[in-house]
């Protein structure tokens, strides 16, 4: 059983990644804002706790008792104590007040009196004088019932502090104990404004507020940069991809995606390179499948007619014929599935063999030094020369892959062998410029019949030479084959130099 993954968009998880990321930031934000106030507040109650040790010291060292003339006194006498300070109030053990800054007439510069203790609503311009000075006696009342219940709840040598936020103004109090030697006489209580805590945490809010709203547009930017210029390349290429396998066309195209210069470009193009040499190997097998089909068809018709009059046939030159006829006919399948096949596995290798500088003379040395000691031309006593003309100063070098170079040069140098008479020589001529090594191939022999030549290349080709068993038809359809993945051309032609003979024009780029 096929077990298939289920697939999931880049863009989404892309969001989801984004989704998560953003919630753990705004987590992290959350908590903290949350203690931005609570740090700032802190900093300041220990300023206010060390501001009440240093009162105590003073009233331990003037020795001032915590009475209401004495305390007024210090407070008079001590401004620099409570230098920014909002309000200072002292009190009894019993939580009554004894000393209150906002009573004093002091230089507004040292103490500031708050125009607004607590906001008390009046409900309408019906009140009397008197009532509303009941109003206020209440709010006094409730402020020292509040002292009290501090004072009771506090643990010695540990402060109270808390906040108090009165229309847009935010009051930090601290009430701790005056301790004169070792003896608490009272209690004092610092009030001071502090709305540039506020202004802070507004500030650092705003700034994360503008800098996420910043990050979400700019994800937002390169989320339809992704899905435009990414994403939906990615998903046109797989479309072309699952049109080809359906063998539709309409499905995909990619034609837009080719020009671009990035790597989606560079990725299409190898992608339709490829596709388009899958295409033409495929057309290729399909098209040699066929012609292989045709050109066997022929041989098995004469081995079925010959396998007949041989069944029949009593008289014995008769029969030597027929069976010298079967095993020509014989010999020719064998070429051919043999070729055929070969054929099959260099088309395969072509693509996983590595190209090398090579040495085109040395090419040529080696497959001459081969051929000088081949049976046919020893036979007909046939003779090799090798000719420079036009090299320019040139290398004769090219970046190939060996064996199959070696291999063109041999099929060429064998047919040229099978053409060419009695005492004969075969002509290689080199040529070379600064990008193109030029070879020809020059022998002898009857030339070609084609008006058009080009057709000598193609596979099977029905002109044969006489000893049709000892060559199939493809060997000029492999050299044309291993010429253009060298990136070359092949033309034939014949001899313009002599009445007779054929000539094959290799061109091979430098660098493939």
């Given at each position: 059983m096929k077990l298939v993954k289920s697939s999931s968009s880049i863009l989404r998880k892309f969001l989801i990644f984004n989704f998560f990321a953003f919630l753990i930031l705004g987590l992290f934000t959350f908590f903290y804002l949350k203690g931005i106030q609570p740090n700032l507040v802190k900093q300041?109650?220990?300023?206010?706790?060390?501001?009440?040790?240093?009162?105590?010291?003073?009233?331990?060292?003037?020795?001032?008792?915590?009475?209401i003339d004495e305390l007024k006194n210090f407070l008079l006498s001590t401004r620099f104590l409570f230098q920014n300070l909002e309000r200072v109030q002292f009190y009894n053990l019993d939580g009554n007040l004894i000393a209150d800054t906002n009573v004093l007439d002091l230089d507004r510069d040292v103490f500031k009196k708050t125009e607004t203790v607590f906001e008390e609503k009046i409900p309408n311009d019906s009140m009397t004088p008197k009532s509303v000075e009941k109003k206020i006696e209440e709010i006094n009342l409730q402020e020292t019932n509040s002292i009290k219940n501090m004072i009771i709840k506090k643990k010695e040598n540990e402060s109270i502090s808390f906040e108090l936020l009165e229309g847009d103004n935010l009051y930090i109090k601290t009430l701790d104990s005056v301790n004169v030697g070792n003896q608490i006489l009272g209690y004092i209580m610092v009030t001071e404004q502090a709305?540039?805590?506020?202004?802070?945490?507004?500030?650092?809010?705003?700034?994360?507020?503008?800098?996420v709203?910043?990050?979400?547009?700019?994800?937002?930017?390169?989320?339809?940069f992704l899905n435009r210029y990414i994403l939906n390349p990615i998903a046109g290429l797989v479309a072309y991809t699952e049109s080809i396998k359906a063998k539709d066309e309409s499905l995909g195209k990619i034609e837009r995606f080719l020009y671009r210069s990035d790597e989606l470009?560079?990725?299409?193009?190898s992608l339709n390179n490829m596709t388009k040499d899958l295409q033409q190997r495929t057309q290729r097998a399909e098209n040699s499948s066929a012609d292989l089909a045709h050109e066997i068809r022929n041989p098995l018709a004469s081995l079925k007619g010959a396998s007949e009059l041989l069944d029949s046939s009593t008289h014995q030159d008769e029969r030597t014929k027929l069976i010298k006829l079967l095993s020509h006919d014989v010999e020719r399948i064998e070429r051919l599935i043999t070729d055929y096949s070969q054929m099959l596995k260099d088309e395969a290798s072509l693509s996983r063999e590595k190209m090398k500088i090579l040495d085109v003379e040395n090419l040529i040395s080696d497959v001459i030094e081969e051929f000088n000691n081949n049976s046919t031309v020893i036979e007909k006593k046939i003779k090799f020369a090798v000719k420079r003309k036009n090299l320019n100063g040139y290398k004769l070098e090219l970046f190939g892959i060996k064996n199959r170079l070696e291999q063109v040069l041999a099929n060429l140098l064998d047919n040229a062998v099978s053409f060419s008479p009695m005492n004969s020589e075969i002509i290689i001529e080199l040529e070379s410029?600064?990008?193109?090594?030029?070879?020809?191939?020059?022998?002898?022999?009857?030339?070609?019949?084609?008006?058009?030549?080009?057709?000598?290349?193609?596979r099977f080709y029905s002109n044969r030479?006489?000893?049709?068993?000892?060559?199939?038809?493809?060997?000029?359809?492999?050299?044309?084959?291993?010429?253009?993945?060298?990136?070359?051309?092949?033309?034939?032609?014949?001899?313009s130099?002599?009445?007779?003979?054929?000539?094959?024009?290799l061109q091979l780029p430098k660098r493939g």
């Amino acid at each position: 059983m096929k077990l298939v993954k289920s697939s999931s968009s880049i863009l989404r998880k892309f969001l989801i990644f984004n989704f998560f990321a953003f919630l753990i930031l705004g987590l992290f934000t959350f908590f903290y804002l949350k203690g931005i106030q609570p740090n700032l507040v802190k900093q300041r109650t220990e300023k206010h706790s060390i501001i009440i040790n240093n009162t105590s010291n003073h009233l331990e060292r003037l020795k001032i008792g915590f009475k209401i003339d004495e305390l007024k006194n210090f407070l008079l006498s001590t401004r620099f104590l409570f230098q920014n300070l909002e309000r200072v109030q002292f009190y009894n053990l019993d939580g009554n007040l004894i000393a209150d800054t906002n009573v004093l007439d002091l230089d507004r510069d040292v103490f500031k009196k708050t125009e607004t203790v607590f906001e008390e609503k009046i409900p309408n311009d019906s009140m009397t004088p008197k009532s509303v000075e009941k109003k206020i006696e209440e709010i006094n009342l409730q402020e020292t019932n509040s002292i009290k219940n501090m004072i009771i709840k506090k643990k010695e040598n540990e402060s109270i502090s808390f906040e108090l936020l009165e229309g847009d103004n935010l009051y930090i109090k601290t009430l701790d104990s005056v301790n004169v030697g070792n003896q608490i006489l009272g209690y004092i209580m610092v009030t001071e404004q502090a709305n540039e805590i506020l202004t802070a945490v507004e500030e650092r809010k705003n700034f994360i507020i503008r800098t996420v709203l910043a990050i979400a547009m700019v994800i937002f930017i390169f989320l339809i940069f992704l899905n435009r210029y990414i994403l939906n390349p990615i998903a046109g290429l797989v479309a072309y991809t699952e049109s080809i396998k359906a063998k539709d066309e309409s499905l995909g195209k990619i034609e837009r995606f080719l020009y671009r210069s990035d790597e989606l470009g560079l990725l299409s193009r190898s992608l339709n390179n490829m596709t388009k040499d899958l295409q033409q190997r495929t057309q290729r097998a399909e098209n040699s499948s066929a012609d292989l089909a045709h050109e066997i068809r022929n041989p098995l018709a004469s081995l079925k007619g010959a396998s007949e009059l041989l069944d029949s046939s009593t008289h014995q030159d008769e029969r030597t014929k027929l069976i010298k006829l079967l095993s020509h006919d014989v010999e020719r399948i064998e070429r051919l599935i043999t070729d055929y096949s070969q054929m099959l596995k260099d088309e395969a290798s072509l693509s996983r063999e590595k190209m090398k500088i090579l040495d085109v003379e040395n090419l040529i040395s080696d497959v001459i030094e081969e051929f000088n000691n081949n049976s046919t031309v020893i036979e007909k006593k046939i003779k090799f020369a090798v000719k420079r003309k036009n090299l320019n100063g040139y290398k004769l070098e090219l970046f190939g892959i060996k064996n199959r170079l070696e291999q063109v040069l041999a099929n060429l140098l064998d047919n040229a062998v099978s053409f060419s008479p009695m005492n004969s020589e075969i002509i290689i001529e080199l040529e070379s410029t600064k990008d193109i090594i030029l070879i020809r191939i020059k022998d002898k022999g009857p030339g070609f019949k084609e008006i058009n030549t080009e057709k000598v290349f193609k596979r099977f080709y029905s002109n044969r030479p006489e000893k049709f068993g000892e060559h199939s038809g493809l060997g000029l359809n492999i050299v044309k084959s291993i010429v253009e993945m060298h990136g070359g051309n092949v033309r034939a032609l014949n001899r313009s130099d002599i009445n007779s003979g054929a000539e094959i024009e290799l061109q091979l780029p430098k660098r493939g």
